[in-house]
Every structure is written in C-alpha cells, then in structure tokens.
C-alpha cells in the first residue's frame, strides 16, 4: 500500500499479495472484494483516472481509493468518516 504525495488517497498496487498478507493481520478475512465492500460502506471510492476510460480495465495491479476526510497530516479529518447509515422502509 502507498500514499501519493498529494495525501489524499492510496493504492493498492499488488491486490493478491495485499489480500494475503495485509488483510488477515487486520480482519477475520483475506478477501478482497470484502475489503472494497467495507471500504465503500464508510464513504471511500475507488479513483478512476481518465487515461483509463473508466471502463477499462487497468493493465496494472493498481488501485487507488480516495475519502475527502482520508487527507495525509489531517487526523482530526478521521473522526468525520462514518460507515453509512442504510434506512429500512
């Protein structure tokens, strides 16, 4: 995983290795999909550069997420990202 020197988001650059490396030191699962799941249900979107099309699937590894709270020297940001509320009708 690395931070842009913007700090506004990160990538992920090797899903496989991160999966099997990363996430089972930090949730009950290695599974990648997941991650992106939890990622969006606390307000985090994948970064889709225009070079790729948006519908393109990037030759590389590499994905990056962005949050407007997620900003590098910004801790006090980090209280504002909440995992979103759904209603039930």
């Known amino acids: 995983m690395v931070f842009p ?3 506004s988001s990160f990538h992920v ?3 496989g ?10 949730f009950k699962h290695n599974n990648m999909a997941s991650f992106v799941r939890q990622l969006n ?3 985090f979107r994948k970064v889709v550069h225009i070079e790729q ?6 030759e590389k ?4 997420f ?11 940001l ?3 990202i909440k995992r979103k509320v759904t209603s039930v009708s």
């Open 78 to 80: 980090l209280e504002n």
């Open 53 to 58: 099309g948006g519908l393109v699937k990037p």
């Open 5 to 7: 020197q913007s700090g």
């Open 17 to 26: 290795q991160f999966a099997k490396e990363v996430l089972p030191k930090y």
């Open 41 to 43: 249900m606390y307000g």
């Open 66 to 76: 962005q949050h407007p709270y997620f900003i590098r020297g910004q801790e006090q």
């Open 13 to 15: 650059f090797d899903q």
């Open 61 to 64: 590894d590499d994905t990056e």
